[in-house]
DNA sequence: GTTTGTCTTTGCGCTGGCGCAAGGAGGGAT
DNA sequence: ATCCCTCCTTGCGCCAGCGCAAAGACAAAC
């Protein structure tokens, strides 16, 4: 395995300050796992049997209702850990999709090791539990915003996010270096390509940001920002 | 203490399954806290410094918006545990504001017994765990009923929770046995009093449920169900 | 170069649900 | 009995955002 994926490993949320020595067992008991654009590494309702580590690509986690609708609930960036809820109960099912955004490759590691790992360094359990708190803090946030906040906010919310967690810098601004659809924008903010549109298009022409297929630069955060706070005039 | 509340306890969700010789300290570190209606157990951003599992009465979480909207996250029932944020960090902050709904006693472990306590027996570690996905599962449930659903069916599925915990057999149907404002029930299904007001008599003009001041009792749950799940007839 | 498929824009109509204001109604307290 | 406070209802106006359809733009494949 080589020096930088062990790094990402040892500083991702999961196994970050794990004793040295259990660490070296965590290496051992990793399976490395590549799925290639658009694949899925499990699918929600799936039993729960591996938690894993990004390495490289970009994942994102969906969620599809019973009517059929899609709802975008984050992307991952290499070092994020995803699927962690197999530590808790391999019989549980996934709560979502883990779908590729770009081919894409992951360490993962079983319920049972994972289990044994636990019971070796205490600190395992511990990172899972701030991991989910980590998760529950964002769920809030976003379950807030969607029902305090306007379209047009939350909009403006998901660009920053993107751009915090995948932004480039360049000459123009800040580039989410994603392949970015107007359809998966909506999915993440809650609402419709449409609207998403006709809303990216009225910041392009105010000169907050320029846009083209599948790809957003943000030429003025700050204006985003006061949007996404509401301090802009309407 | 009372032989009900022990029980209350070794049942909660927090300390079920604990090897027994541990569930001994349990009792022994706990502290009993009562607060009297519209009191408060801890506001939302104090220091997450204690744990709680409700032995008598009614809270509700909820949580204020910068805006100063407010939305309720969950009435909590006797047994049932919150704060349990404080297992990870007494420097984390209390994601939501603990609000006694009617007179309540609920016993309280600070961290530091906390973190003893899971050293010992790691199912306390699980428990936590098992906590927190069972919240992380119940947000992801609202966010999706937010982004997809109508008002109408969100109303219909926080009337069929609650009954679901706090429902009571009466001959007119079942008693939702709270004290419970249209306000609440806004809160709690992501709208306005006035809606909810409007939908309520609507459906009392139907024949599924009766209202009163405070006071819901649901007739028909085969009726709210089906709008639920949007199966009804617009 | 042309085709094909995906992604995007835009116009138009529509409506669910919000905001507000004014009034009603129950239930404690004194 | 009366007052007061909180909770509830209802009418009316309004608009943000959705749904759909049709057409345009881009990229990749052939």
Known sequence: ???????????????????????????????????EEDGFFFMQGDPATHAYVLVEGRVKMIQITPSGQQITM???????????????????????????VEDSIAMAWDTSHLRELAGKDPSISLNTMQLMHGYISELQDRQQALVTER??????????????????????????????????VAEMSGTTL???????NEWERSGLLKIGRERVVICSPHGLVSI???????
Chains 1, 2 share one sequence.
């Open 151 to 184: 379209v047009e906010q939350r909009i403006a919310r998901v660009l920053l996010k993107l751009a915090a967690q995948s932004g480039k810098r360049t000459d123009e601004g800040v580039l989410i270096d994603l392949p970015l659809t107007r359809q998966d």
């Open 194 to 200: 449409f609207t998403v549109s006709r809303t990216l």
């Open 74 to 100: 984050r992307i991952m960036t290499p070092g994020q850990t995803y699927g962690g809820i197999a530590m808790l109960n391999p019989r549980a099912g996934y709560p979502a999709t883990a779908q590729a």
């Open 1 to 35: 395995m080589k020096k930088e994926v062990q790094e990402l490993i040892r500083q991702s949320s999961l196994f970050r300050e794990v004793n040295p020595d259990i660490f070296d067992k965590v290496l051992e008991t990793c399976v490395a796992r590549s799925v």
């Open 228 to 234: 996404a706070d509401d301090l802009a005039e309407r």
